[in-house]
């Protein structure tokens, strides 16, 4: 089955730590994305890749960063300088048109130590 | 103004009524329209997306889009209590490739 795959499902952050997530798509898309989903917030644009090795920020990039080196994997890195990083992460990947819908992993929910 | 705006409720029904979620936007430029559904600690699951105005129907759900009115809503008939969610509506403008504007959600429970 085509899908994408985020992992771990629950990660716990100490302080000064930087944590990795992980999302790997099977669709074969292009467009790859990251959101942060706080309650009463809806969902926030961290950052997007619309190709391999291109990447650009969206509206909340301060204290994160990510990589594109393959197709299918699009990892977040939430680093020390992110003060507030509780929340529920959302990776999404889309088709080649950018009319069309965003397809989305199930989430990692990261909390503080 | 925010570009679309979305009832964050909860709304509660009874089983079996149908269920009105709506969902409004200020900017014209939006020509393709969604709606998601999202259950607890999950992610967020495509259910419609359309690209006019009028109607569009899939088992129990209706999509309506009014651009005239820069209106659009998701209609459920016969609701059951797997229906209980967060829903979702996006919208994608002309010419701003790979921004989708989502909706904050409305919290739907439906009563046995």
């Known amino acids: 089955d085509g899908g994408i795959t985020q992992s771990p499902k629950y990660l716990f952050r100490k302080e000064g730590q930087n944590v990795t997530l992980s999302c790997e798509q099977n669709?074969?898309?292009?467009?790859m994305y990251w959101y942060r989903q706080d309650p009463g917030q809806g969902l926030r644009l961290i950052y997007y890749?619309?190709?391999?090795?291109?990447?650009q920020k969206g509206d909340i990039a301060e204290g994160y960063s990510v990589s594109r080196e393959k197709k299918e994997s699009f990892p977040l890195t939430v680093t020390s300088a992110q003060k507030n990083p509780t929340a529920f992460y959302l990776c999404?990947?889309?088709?080649?048109?950018?009319?069309?819908?965003?397809?989305f992993g199930d989430g990692t929910r990261l909390s503080i130590l | 103004q925010k570009e679309v705006e979305q009832d964050p409720g909860p709304l509660s029904v009874p089983e079996g009524a149908i269920v009105s979620l709506n969902c409004t936007y200020s900017?014209?430029?939006?020509?393709?329209f969604m709606w998601y559904r999202q259950y607890s600690r999950k992610g967020p699951e495509l259910l419609m997306y359309?690209?006019?105005?009028g109607n569009k129907e899939d088992g129990r759900f209706t999509a309506q889009v009014d651009k005239s009115s820069k209106y659009i809503s998701l209609f459920i008939r016969d609701s059951q209590p797997s229906d209980s969610a967060t829903y979702l509506c996006?919208?994608?403008?002309?010419?701003?490739?790979?921004?989708?504007?989502f909706g904050k959600g409305t919290r739907l429970h439906i009563l046995p």
């Open positions: 999404a990947s889309r088709g080649p048109y950018g009319n069309q819908p965003q397809h």
């Open positions: 669709l074969n898309h292009d467009a």
């Open positions: 890749s619309q190709i391999v090795n291109d990447f």
């Open positions: 900017n014209s430029a939006f020509q393709y």
């Open positions: 359309t690209y006019s105005s």
């Open positions: 996006a919208m994608i403008p002309m010419n701003r490739d790979d921004k989708i504007i």
